[in-house]
């Protein structure tokens, strides 16, 4: 018998994740005790909240499926002037794809991100919280005009987007 029809499948990296936000909200009556990379669709209603810090790049691909995410904080901490880039742990613009995708969101932080480029914000429409810091390579924002939820807005430090000013062009509220 497949216990795993019906299930949503997540990537190992991103399943290991919610596994450990699972282990902190729900009860033991709510988990469906599959383990590996399947989870009830309860499970992932579950997940409201995540903070993930020093994100390894692609890591969160499949973060679209989190249908009832609410609040996303990925930071990264860069210690030394001097690292390697592939050393650096980031988000890529493939997960930035996938995060523009989850409508439920409310709020949005983003900090040092080196490796995403553009931020689509098109569709996420219930955001109310936007945080954006220090992503150089950062260069362009749209759909900010979308957000009439947006109460609060924090930008600052994307020196490419600071650079070129796409971002004024992009929304008349900021």
Request: hydrophobic share 35%; proline share 2%.
């Amino acid at each position: 018998m497949d216990n795993t029809k019906g299930k949503i499948a997540l990537p190992e990296h991103l399943a290991k994740i919610v596994r450990k936000e699972l282990a902190s909200v729900a009860t033991k009556e709510q988990r469906s005790g599959l383990g590996g990379l399947f989870f009830s669709h309860e499970e992932i209603g579950l997940i409201t909240t995540l903070k993930i810090k020093n994100p390894e790049r692609n890591h969160l691909i499949g973060i679209s499926k989190l249908y009832n995410l609410q609040r996303l904080d990925i930071s990264s901490s860069i210690i030394g002037e001097y690292i390697k880039d592939s050393q650096v742990r980031t988000i890529t613009d493939e997960e930035i794809k996938e995060i523009s995708e989850i409508t439920s969101l409310k709020e949005l932080s983003l900090i040092k991100q080196k490796d995403i480029t553009y931020m689509p914000l098109d569709k996420l429409t219930n955001l109310e919280y936007l945080e954006i810091i220090d992503n150089n390579n950062l260069d362009t924002i749209t759909g900010l005009d979308k957000l009439d939820n947006l109460g609060s807005v924090t930008c600052w430090g994307n020196r490419s987007l600071m650079r070129d000013r796409r971002i004024e062009r992009s929304h008349k509220k900021i």
